[in-house]
């Protein structure tokens, strides 16, 4: 394999087969960048990480006080985890990713963040599926029901373009509904999207939280030099 390409990992997950790759852009002077890819997809790249970033930042400056207690659904480069970890008022990050290999990733020191994520005492690592604890018991492994101040999710495309079907109730009133019970009165739910908020789904968190609100991250996309945009959607719960 071409020193430009490197493949540092691959797995079959119930999901796809999972790749990680390393990759030199002789185009950008030749800056090196993380790509993961799960069957024909790709899913994220280190070489756009900005609304990953503003997710976390985001939430957390909605949020007041100390001690907070966060909830990262998806960890993936570890961008949003990272984000969060920033913040001193951060008492306890719980990151929830259900394929495995990607925890493996960041304690094998594979991925740009993983050094920030594992030396963090705050930071833990829970392997299972944020849809199926939203449904059940919570994010807690060891406290069953606890709320949280934040839930911060970054799995799918979108709301309407999911990386599996079993996903899909977790986007309607129902599935929000569900969600809600694990937050703290003020707590802030914030979700990535690749697209542009979207009306009909902000109609839908508006329905189940007390405020609701769509944002738009621009950023440069420097392989096509041209401007680029992805989404936030914000839910809080006042009481």
């Given amino acids: 394999m071409s020193a430009l390409l490197e493949e540092l990992d691959y797995r079959q997950t119930p999901m796809g087969e999972l790749v990680l790759r390393r990759r030199q852009l002789l185009s950008m002077e030749g800056r090196v960048i993380y790509e993961v890819k ?66 493996d990733w960041h304690r094998q020191g594979l991925v740009p963040n993983s050094d920030v994520l594992t030396s963090d005492s705050r930071c833990v690592f829970h392997h299972d599926d944020f849809f199926a ?42 599935g929000l509904e569900q969600l809600q019970r694990f937050l703290q009165p003020g707590g802030i739910f914030a979700l990535w999207s690749n697209d542009p908020p979207d009306k009909d789904f902000l109609q839908i968190l508006a329905g189940v939280f007390d405020r609701a609100e769509g944002r738009v991250i621009a950023f440069e996309n420097p392989m096509q030099q041209s401007a680029a945009e992805n989404g936030i959607y914000i839910g809080q719960k006042t009481a």
């Fill in 38 to 103: 799960l069957g024909e997809a790709y899913l994220m790249s280190s070489l756009f990480h900005a609304s990953e970033t503003a997710l976390a930042d985001i939430a957390l400056a909605e949020l007041g006080g100390s001690g907070l207690n966060v909830v990262v659904g998806g960890l993936g480069l570890g961008y949003t985890a990272a984000a969060a970890l920033r913040y001193d008022r951060v008492k306890r990050l719980v990151v929830i990713e259900a394929l495995e290999p990607v925890i």
């Fill in 133 to 174: 604890l939203a449904r059940s018991w919570g994010f807690d492994p060891h406290s069953p029901g606890v709320r949280f101040d934040g839930i911060l999710l970054d799995i799918d495309h979108a709301p309407d373009y999911l990386l599996h079907t079993s996903h899909g109730r977790f986007y309607t009133r129902a």
